[in-house]
């Protein structure tokens, strides 16, 4: 072709073109909106013809919403066959020239599943390039570890994970994985941030290392992150895989017992945190009891280490201020109004059973305010530090004998800025907690049967969650004082720990009704019991 990739004769049919081609991409967050416009950013040329490979930035407007923008790695096509493959795969951006002489169509495809666009961007980053675009540069940064990961000087197998959110991943022959963030904002990805700061500024090892980023600055403005490279971990899947496994064994073993029925846990978690596990929950729960416990221990670890800074403004833990507990509190009744008003309007169109359960949650809504007012009414001593942010089993690898942390972007909803406030580390534990309930629940619903059989499963998945639970406390509570950032006493970090269990409930009760109203019980049970906890625990 002849036309130039930054040709205004082009740049306009590749606008008209992109709207449909976003649409088709399973990683693209705005397909719930109308498309109203798009506009070409910037493009950084990465390797000259034939098959170009380029660097797209481009922001999306809507209909309603703010704009987003998007990093799209493209190649163009000199092969037929190639090109033809790229369309049927649906990660061609087809262009058409029609009141060009010389050709009447070019096409794009996604770079990253094609030939050696990812071997490209490894040498960019070890070689600490500098790619120029039209108005800013592509930049990549290798660390101290980069050689060490890299291992000798030959080229690596790649392969693309099939498992897409908001970034794409690639394997470099089981030594290295590069993500590559789609949806780009201002500011360095927590990702690169906090991987790169456990990396190089302290002992936890529970991490995928870091070995590069790459980076998009442009003038004076803060860079954006558009890729990591971090060590790749062997595994044998997630925790949470391994933790259904687990759950189905407990199952099988339970209700094959004639002898015992699920008798309720004496006691709240944080109370049989406390304690020794009865020999009758470790001989049922089985050895996830002690997987729990490793899974505490890194929990903390990684608490501790993200803590452990006291110079950089970035990680310094820092104080529970007025203002910042009455901002929580305004976050937290908007979002308990808005979700108890959604459930009491589609509570008619549950089962029966969640019917009950809703109405039990709905009458008790004078509790839940109480019990959220408590955060303006605390004097906390816990402090604020760097966390997950979007902490559950899905976000830990098992090894076979240990557990690795990985995905630190935090929720893929919120702003960049929200992603790195700094929270209370118990908030990652809530998440776990309530992973935790998701993953016994998962399985009995699987397990289905008869009304008895229901009834049975509920009962044994309340009992495994309160035991699981408290173990995983009880080893998290343990190694976290050697950190200074839990509340003091036991009464304050009773009350931190039950409000970000409600709220983390709260927050699952209006993503069930809005996505899947069969499992809205797991939120409800979990509000519940929280509340029945407090209440048990006043009483002790």
Not at 48 to 73: C, H, I, M, S
């Amino acid at each position: 072709m002849v036309l130039e990739v930054h040709d205004s004769r082009l740049l306009g049919p590749v606008i008209q073109a992109l709207p449909g081609f976003l649409q088709r991409q399973r990683w693209f967050a705005g397909k719930a909106k109308r498309i109203s416009g798009c506009q070409v950013l910037d493009i950084i040329p990465v390797r000259n013809r034939p098959d170009a490979l380029y660097f797209f930035l481009v922001r999306v407007e809507f209909a309603g919403g703010k704009p987003q923008t998007y990093a799209l790695p493209l190649q163009e096509f000199s092969s037929p066959s190639e090109a033809e493959a790229a369309d049927a795969a649906g990660v061609a951006l087809k262009i058409d020239l029609e009141d060009h002489e010389d050709a009447d169509a070019v096409i794009f495809g996604d770079a990253l599943r094609l030939r050696d666009f990812p071997e490209t961007m490894l040498a960019v980053i070890g070689n600490d390039s500098k790619l120029a675009g039209m108005s800013g540069e592509l930049i990549g940064v290798s660390t101290s570890a980069f050689q060490s990961l890299r291992g000798p000087d030959s080229r690596l197998e790649t392969s693309v994970l099939s498992i897409e959110q908001s970034n794409t991943s690639i394997v470099f022959g089981r030594r290295l994985i590069l993500k590559i963030f789609r949806l780009l904002e201002e500011g360095i990805n927590p990702e690169i941030e906090i991987c790169s700061f456990l990396t190089e500024r302290t002992s936890f090892s529970n991490v995928a290392a870091v070995a590069g980023a790459l980076e998009y600055r442009q003038d004076e403005k803060p860079p954006m992150s558009l890729g990591v490279l971090q060590a790749f971990v062997p595994n044998q899947g997630d925790a949470w895989k391994f933790t259904l496994g687990a759950v189905g064994t407990y199952f099988d073993r339970v209700l094959e017992s004639t002898s015992s029925e699920a008798a309720p846990p004496a006691a709240p978690r944080l109370v049989l945190s406390g304690e020794k596990p009865p020999p009758a929950a470790v001989e049922r729960v089985g050895s996830y009891l002690e997987s729990a416990e490793l899974l505490g221990r890194r929990t903390a670890e990684l608490h501790v280490a993200l803590a452990s800074e006291t110079r950089d403004p970035a990680f310094a833990p820092e104080p529970f201020t007025p203002q910042y507990l009455q901002s929580l509190h305004t976050s937290m009744m908007g979002l308990m109004q808005q979700n108890l008003k959604l459930l009491g309007d589609r509570s008619q169109d549950l089962a029966r059973e969640d019917r009950d359960l809703a109405g039990l949650v709905l009458r008790h809504e004078r509790d839940l305010r109480s019990r959220l007012d408590r955060v303006l009414d605390s004097k906390t001593t816990g402090l604020r530090t760097r966390v997950h942010g979007d902490y559950h089993l899905g976000q830990v690898l098992y090894t076979g004998s240990d557990f690795v942390i990985i995905d630190f972007e935090g929720e893929p909803a919120r702003p960049l800025h929200e992603r790195r406030e700094k929270r209370s580390p118990l908030r990652d534990v809530a998440g776990m907690i309530r992973s935790f309930h998701y993953a016994v629940y998962t399985v009995a619903f699987q397990r289905g049967g008869g009304e008895k059989q229901k009834q049975d499963l509920d009962a044994w998945a309340r009992y495994w969650h309160t035991y699981v639970s408290a173990a995983f406390l009880k080893s998290y509570l343990g190694s976290a004082l050697r950190g200074s950032f839990l509340p003091k006493g036991p009464d304050e970090l009773r009350l931190a720990l039950d409000v970000l269990l409600l709220e983390k409930a709260i927050y699952e009760l209006g993503y069930e009704l809005n996505n899947r109203p069969t499992w809205v019980r797991i939120p409800l049970e979990g509000i519940v019991q929280t509340l029945a906890d407090q209440a048990q625990i006043t009483t002790v």
